[in-house]
C-alpha cells in the first residue's frame, strides 16, 4: 500500500525543432490529493500519476512515441533528460540509413526514463528503456540504454634510448571494483565534437603530458565509413562511441622516470590516479582495458598497411 502524495507535472515543453522528431503535446497530469481525519490518513490503491511526453518521429509517423518517468524521477530530471544532447541523439541513430526504425521492421513504442545523473549543470548519465517490437514476431527486442555519450582516448607512445615506452593511468573504477590500468581517456564535455581537443586536455589532465592537437593521430578515421569511424566497447547496454588517437614522441630516460608513479588528476572531482610507463611490447599483456587493446590492433594493422604519417612509424 502507498499513500497517495500530491504531485504537479511540468508545463508543456517547447518543440525541439533542431531534431529529427518532436514533441506534440504533454500528459503531465497532477496527482488527486489524499483526504484526511482527525485520527487517519485515507489509503489509495490507485498509482500516483507518471510524468509523460509525446514525441512523433519522421521515421514512424503513423505512430507516436510516449515518453514516461519511472517513480522517483523528478520533474526537473525527466525534463533535464528529454532535452539532452544524450537521449536527441539516440533519437537521431535510430532513425539513420542504418537505424534500426530505417527499414520500418522495427518500431518504437515507449521510452521509460530510470535515471538521470547530473555532472554540474550538464547531465552527465542517462538510463532508459525502450520499447522496440519487431514488426514481424511482434517480440521486444532488448531495449535497456546506458547512455552516456562519445569519449576520447589515446595511446601515447614515447621513444627513449631505443625502447618505446606506452603511458597508462591507474585509476578507481567503481563498476568493477577494481583498480584499472588504461589509456588515458574523457568523455567529451559538449556536443560540438572536439575530438581531438578533448582528448589533448585529457592527457593533460591525467599524465600531465602537454600534447599538440596537430600531432594526433585519429586511429579509429582508419575504419570502414561504415562503421561511423568510432568504435562501441559495450553496445549491448551502452550508447559510448570512442575515438582513439595515437600520439609518438621521443623523450629522454629521465622523463620516463619522472612520469613512473606520478600522482594526478582533477583531486576536486575525485580523480586518483597514478601514471604507468610499461614497454610497448609487453602493453597487451599488462592491461584489460578494451581501450588499449583496441588501439594496439588498429595502430598495428595502420602500420601494416602503410596508413600512418612517416613521423609515427619508427
Known amino acids: ?31 488527486k490529493t489524499c483526504t484526511q481525519t482527525t485520527f487517519s490518513a485515507k489509503m489509495s490503491t490507485t498509482p ?15 505512430q507516436p512515441v510516449t515518453i514516461v ?5 523528478s520533474d526537473t530530471q525527466f525534463r533535464n533528460a528529454i ?3 544524450l537521449f536527441k541523439q539516440w533519437l537521431k ?60 582516448a589515446v595511446l601515447i607512445l614515447l621513444d ?11 585509476q578507481v573504477r567503481v563498476p568493477v571494483g577494481r583498480l584499472i590500468l588504461e589509456l588515458p581517456a574523457g568523455m567529451l564535455d559538449d ?26 593521430v585519429d586511429l579509429t578515421a582508419f575504419l570502414d565509413t561504415s562503421t561511423g569511424g568510432r568504435v562501441f566497447p559495450s553496445p549491448g547496454g551502452c550508447d ?28 576536486d572531482h575525485g580523480e586518483l590516479i597514478k601514471v604507468h610507463v610499461v614497454p610497448y611490447d609487453k602493453l597487451w599483456r599488462a592491461t584489460a582495458d578494451a581501450k588499449a587493446l583496441t588501439a594496439i590492433a588498429l595502430y598495428e594493422m595502420a602500420k601494416r598497411d602503410g596508413l600512418l604519417p612517416c613521423s609515427t612509424t619508427s
Request: glycine share 10%; charged share 20%; aromatic share 8%.
Open 160 to 170: 627513449s634510448e631505443g625502447e618505446t615506452y606506452a603511458v597508462l593511468t591507474e
Open 83 to 85: 532535452e539532452s544532447s
Open 93 to 152: 541513430n535510430i532513425q539513420t540509413e542504418a537505424g534500426m526504425l530505417a527499414n520500418g521492421a522495427m518500431s518504437l513504442r515507449q521510452v521509460l526514463i530510470q535515471g538521470v545523473d547530473m555532472f554540474g549543470k550538464r547531465l552527465g548519465f542517462l538510463k532508459f528503456k525502450a520499447d522496440i517490437i519487431d514488426k514481424e514476431t511482434g517480440q521486444k527486442v532488448p531495449g535497456i540504454v546506458f547512455a552516456r555519450g562519445p569519449a576520447v
Open 1 to 31: 500500500m502507498r499513500v497517495a502524495v500530491p504531485r504537479y507535472g511540468l508545463p508543456f515543453l517547447e518543440p525541439l525543432n533542431k531534431f529529427p522528431f518532436s514533441f506534440s503535446s504533454s500528459t503531465l497530469s497532477p496527482n
Open 191 to 216: 556536443d560540438q565534437g572536439d575530438f581531438a581537443g578533448t582528448a589533448v586536455r585529457e592527457v593533460e589532465e591525467e599524465t600531465g603530458i602537454h600534447l599538440n592537437v596537430h600531432d594526433m
Open 48 to 62: 500516483p500519476s507518471q510524468l509523460s511526453h509525446i514525441i512523433n518521429l519522421p521515421a514512424q509517423l503513423d
Open 240 to 267: 559510448e562511441e570512442i575515438s582513439l588517437f595515437l600520439y609518438r614522441g621521443n623523450v629522454s630516460k629521465e622523463k620516463i622516470q619522472q612520469l613512473q608513479g606520478k600522482e594526478t588528476g582533477l583531486r
Open 69 to 73: 518517468a519511472a517513480p522517483g524521477v
